[in-house]
């Protein structure tokens, strides 16, 4: 029998070889993780597939994970991308105490490239790992090889300790603001009261967003990631202007100093944006 290459249902399509998820042909934004539950679902429609068989799916025996909170977070972000709802599901129903069920109608498109005469050696390989799970498991090297393998928790210390660092910027700035006054008016002359309120407002905002992403990172919120993208365009824009502060203090501290922290502060937002893609490959 040939292996299936793709999954289709209504205007949903999941290809198993990318680990892919498409709707109408766009590639929709799905973590391994949910689809990886995905596929199994797709395997058995109508089937209800025990939460037991998706644990030695998803985590082999010698990994130590949360295992429901990490399921119930796939689940979530499953059914966000699918616009199904667990009060009243049209593709994905809980079944209580046992597992979930897919309830729509699935067609599984066969690989015609894959020969059918298929070794007894490779039958038994295909009796204990279901030959969809080979090129999902290659599509996760693929996915994790770019970054960094230290572990979640490093991961969120680091996030949450980047974001004091943010806090302590707004404080200082808020805590002494006729000194930030005065360096805005040397370093930006006729613009310096502009660049006072630009600082000012920002520092104010900044608090905000600061305050929420770290109590989400300590709260371990399953949709950091989500809110953390949404929140990107502008929390990019703030550092960077936080980014330029170091300027404020070029007659203090030396131009060449001041060219040096802001070009450190100019890659914080992408190194955010890694340790928030660890945070997320590792929950």
């Not at 290459?5 to 109408?24: C, G, H, S, V």
């Not at 037991?52 to 979530?76: I, S």
């Not at 498991?137 to 974001?163: I, K, M, N, W, Y």
Request: contains cysteine; charged residues 25%.
């Amino acid at each position: 029998m040939s292996s299936v290459l793709k999954y289709k249902f209504d205007d949903f399509e999941a290809d198993i070889r990318a680990a892919e998820l498409r709707r109408n042909g766009a590639r929709l934004k799905l973590q391994l993780q949910p689809f990886q539950v995905l596929v199994a679902l797709l395997e058995r429609p109508k089937d209800v597939v025990a939460r037991e068989e998706l644990r030695q799916r998803l985590w082999p025996e010698d990994t130590f994970v949360d295992f429901d909170h990490g399921l119930n977070t796939a689940m979530v972000k499953l059914r966000d991308v699918l616009g199904d709802s667990a009060s009243k599901p049209r593709y994905i129903e809980t079944i209580a105490k046992r597992g979930y069920r897919f309830l729509g109608e699935v067609q599984a498109v066969p690989d015609a490239a894959v020969s059918p005469q298929v070794p007894a050696a490779t039958q038994d390989r295909q009796t204990s790992t279901p030959a969809e799970t080979q090129p999902v498991a290659d599509a996760r090297s693929q996915v994790e090889s770019g970054l960094p393998r230290a572990s979640r928790g490093t991961a969120r210390l680091l996030f949450v300790l980047s974001q004091v660092m943010y806090l302590i910027f707004y404080f200082s700035a808020l805590f002494r603001w006729e000194k930030l006054f005065q360096s805005c008016e040397t370093a930006w002359r006729s613009a310096g009261t502009v660049a006072f309120v630009v600082y000012m407002v920002s520092a104010l905002v900044g608090l905000a967003v600061r305050l929420y992403l770290i109590s989400a990172t300590a709260m371990d919120y399953h949709l950091l990631g989500e809110k953390y993208r949404i929140l990107l365009p502008g929390l990019f824009l703030l550092d960077m202007i936080w980014a330029l502060a170091p300027f404020l203090l070029a007659d203090r501290i030396g131009l060449g100093l001041a060219l040096g922290a802001t070009a450190a502060l100019i890659y914080m937002p992408f190194a955010q944006r890694i340790l928030i893609k660890m945070i997320d490959r590792r929950a």
